[in-house]
Every structure is written in C-alpha cells, then in structure tokens.
C-alpha cells in the first residue's frame, strides 16, 4: 500500500450548485468550503470534493465523443423514489437501466448511477474508473490503495476490502484519456490520495507505471495513472 483514497474529487464550473445537490441528495455534510473547494462527508466517512473548473468540458455519456472518464454508483432502498428525488434536484435521466438501476447525469453533466439494493437510505457502492483494459489497472490501484483485487471478469475488476469505498474498473471500446491540463481534454474527476512519505510514495508511483504530472502545492502533487487518469497525492 502507498496510500488511501482519501476524497473522490468532481470538477465543476459551479462547485457550490454541485455540492449542494450532491448533499441532498447523499445526506452529506459539509466539511471544508472556500471559493475553490468544497468537501462534503459521508455518515460511512466517504469525502467527496468538489473542484472549481470554469472551462470544464462536460460528459454527453452515451456520446463516445464526449465520454465520461469515471463515475460513481449509489445504493437507494427505493428505486423509483430516488429516481424522482434525484431528477427534481437537477439531474437528468440518460438513456440505459432496468427495474435494478438507473443511469443519470448531475447538473454539471457527471453520469452517475443509482442502485436497488438492501439499504435503509442513500449509500455510495463504489466509484467507477473508465479504461480500455481493466485487469491491469485494477492491480496499478490495488498496489496505490492497498486494496486487493476481488473481482476481475469480462469487461472489469473491482479492488475492495471492508470498511473502505470499493473501485471498479470499466472497460470502454473506445476509451478516450484526460489530457490534463489541456482544457479540450480536462478532466472530470480525480482521486486525491493520503500519504505519509510523499517522496518515497512518488518513487513507489513511478515504478508502478504512474508519470508525474505539472502542478502542486504544499501539500499535495499530481499524477496520472498508467491509463492517463490524474490523481493526487497528499499530506
């Protein structure tokens, strides 16, 4: 393991507009805000944050034009409802889903998925991460996190463990990476990562196949993944 996934991070032209739907609609709270950067919280501990991006290039999912690059998956105890709740707080309903799940997009055009399952309120099941070959790169993020790879089949893999966010890999005919920080190809998410060595954590990153990317502050660097994904390690 080199680090923890510590906050899965959407960008956004309006961070506050986001973050406030995200909140209804996970039951989240807020626990940082300034005019760059907003983290809301899970009761689970789950951080999502929100980035300022004014020039962000939306998803138009399913258009392979416009691909979405990851995307998260909510557990709701009642379909239909979370459906309803979901569209009158500014989402969209996409094309694709059955009587198990349903596809939709945020008001800043990030795709995510609501889930049936066995809970008694909105839960985050995973956080999705598009690639055109999944089995690699669930063993890249499985060395980062710590996570071992549970699930690896036709079309994906899963890292997971007990009491953390699992990842999922989805494989894409015609995956299109962020070029980061290009604005014709930005990104759309990221996964900031927690270190307690960053030195020694970038070494380990490198070897595995990562490219450090420009950018960075006091307490935080970007990469990218093997499949051009940024993430960021922190401290």
Not at 14 to 23: C, E, G, R, W
Not at 55 to 79: E, F, G, I, N, T
Not at 102 to 128: I, K, N, W
Not at 187 to 206: F, G, I, K, N, P
């Given at each position: 393991?080199?680090?923890?996934?510590?906050?899965?991070?959407?960008?956004?032209?309006?961070?506050?507009?986001?973050?406030?739907?995200?909140?209804?609609?996970?039951?989240?709270?807020?626990?940082?805000?300034?005019?760059?950067w907003i983290t809301l919280k899970a009761a689970d501990g789950t951080r999502l944050g929100f980035q300022s991006a004014p020039?962000?290039?939306?998803?138009?999912?399913?258009?392979?034009?416009?691909?979405?690059?990851?995307?998260?998956?909510?557990?709701?105890?009642?379909?239909?409802?979370?459906?309803?709740?979901?569209?009158?707080?500014?989402?969209?309903?996409?094309?694709?889903?059955?009587?198990?799940?349903?596809?939709?997009?945020?008001?800043?055009?990030?795709?995510?998925?609501?889930?049936?399952?066995?809970?008694?309120?909105?839960?985050?099941?995973?956080?999705?991460?598009?690639?055109?070959?999944?089995?690699?790169?669930?063993?890249f993020y499985s060395e980062l996190l710590g996570l071992p790879v549970t699930w690896e089949g036709e079309g994906g893999a899963?890292?997971?463990?007990?009491?953390?966010?699992?990842?999922?890999?989805?494989?894409?005919?015609?995956?299109?990476?962020?070029?980061?920080?290009?604005?014709?190809?930005?990104?759309?998410?990221?996964?900031?990562?927690?270190?307690?060595?960053?030195?020694?954590?970038?070494?380990?990153?490198?070897?595995?196949?990562?490219?450090?990317?420009?950018?960075?502050?006091?307490?935080?660097?970007?990469?990218a993944d093997p499949v051009g994904h940024p993430f960021c390690l922190v401290w």
């Amino acid at each position: 393991m080199i680090g923890t996934l510590r906050t899965v991070v959407l960008d956004a032209p309006d961070i506050k507009s986001l973050a406030a739907f995200y909140t209804e609609l996970a039951g989240l709270d807020e626990h940082y805000a300034d005019d760059e950067w907003i983290t809301l919280k899970a009761a689970d501990g789950t951080r999502l944050g929100f980035q300022s991006a004014p020039d962000l290039v939306p998803p138009r999912w399913p258009d392979p034009a416009y691909p979405q690059q990851m995307h998260l998956d909510l557990r709701v105890p009642d379909l239909a409802a979370a459906i309803e709740h979901a569209v009158k707080l500014g989402a969209t309903r996409l094309p694709r889903g059955d009587e198990n799940y349903a596809v939709l997009a945020d008001p800043a055009g990030h795709p995510f998925c609501l889930c049936l399952g066995e809970v008694d309120s909105t839960t985050f099941a995973d956080v999705a991460i598009d690639c055109a070959s999944a089995g690699p790169l669930a063993r890249f993020y499985s060395e980062l996190l710590g996570l071992p790879v549970t699930w690896e089949g036709e079309g994906g893999a899963m890292i997971s463990t007990e009491g953390r966010l699992p990842v999922i890999f989805q494989e894409i005919a015609d995956y299109r990476a962020p070029q980061w920080p290009d604005p014709a190809h930005p990104q759309q998410y990221h996964l900031d990562v927690e270190v307690a060595d960053v030195d020694a954590a970038e070494a380990q990153v490198l070897a595995l196949g990562g490219t450090r990317l420009a950018g960075g502050g006091d307490n935080w660097r970007v990469y990218a993944d093997p499949v051009g994904h940024p993430f960021c390690l922190v401290w």
